[in-house]
C-alpha cells in the first residue's frame, strides 16, 4: 500500500495550492480518506475528510477555504487549499482508513509566509 502525497509548497498569505495524494495497493473507492497536517511542535491535526460517498467535513479552522475531494478513477483525493495563512504552515498527510486498517502517506510540506 502506497499514498504518494505532492502538491506541499512556499506561498504567499493568501495564495493557494492543491494537495494530492494518489493511492496505490488498496480499493480506493471504499476507503474513507482524510488529510491531516502537524506544524513543529503541535500535534496532528485533522483537517478534512471524504467519505466513500462523497461527504466531506472539515476543521473549523479552514472551514470556507480549504475544500477536500476525490477522484475515484485516478485513485486520488484532493485538498484544495485557498487563503492560505502563515497558521496553515505545516506538513500534510494523506490517510486512507477502511474498517480498523489505516494507510499513512509521507506527508508534503506547506510553507505560507506573510
Known amino acids: 500500500v502506497q499514498l504518494q502525497a505532492s502538491g506541499g509548497g512556499l506561498v504567499q498569505a493568501g495564495g493557494s495550492l492543491r494537495l494530492s495524494c494518489e493511492a496505490s495497493?488498496?480499493?480506493?473507492?471504499?476507503?474513507?480518506m482524510e488529510w491531516y497536517r502537524q506544524a513543529p511542535g503541535k500535534q496532528r491535526e485533522l483537517v478534512a475528510s471524504?467519505?466513500?460517498?462523497?461527504?466531506?467535513n472539515y476543521a473549523d479552522s479552514v472551514k470556507g477555504r480549504f475544500t477536500i475531494f476525490r477522484d475515484n478513477a485516478k485513485n486520488t483525493v484532493y485538498l484544495q487549499m485557498n487563503s492560505l495563512q502563515p497558521d496553515d504552515t505545516a506538513v500534510y498527510y494523506c490517510?486512507?482508513?477502511?474498517?480498523?486498517?489505516?494507510?499513512w502517506g509521507q506527508g508534503t510540506q506547506v510553507t505560507v509566509s506573510s
Open positions: 495497493g488498496i480499493i480506493f473507492s471504499m476507503n474513507n
Open positions: 471524504i467519505t466513500t460517498t462523497g461527504f466531506a
Open positions: 490517510a486512507a482508513f477502511l474498517d480498523s486498517r489505516a494507510y
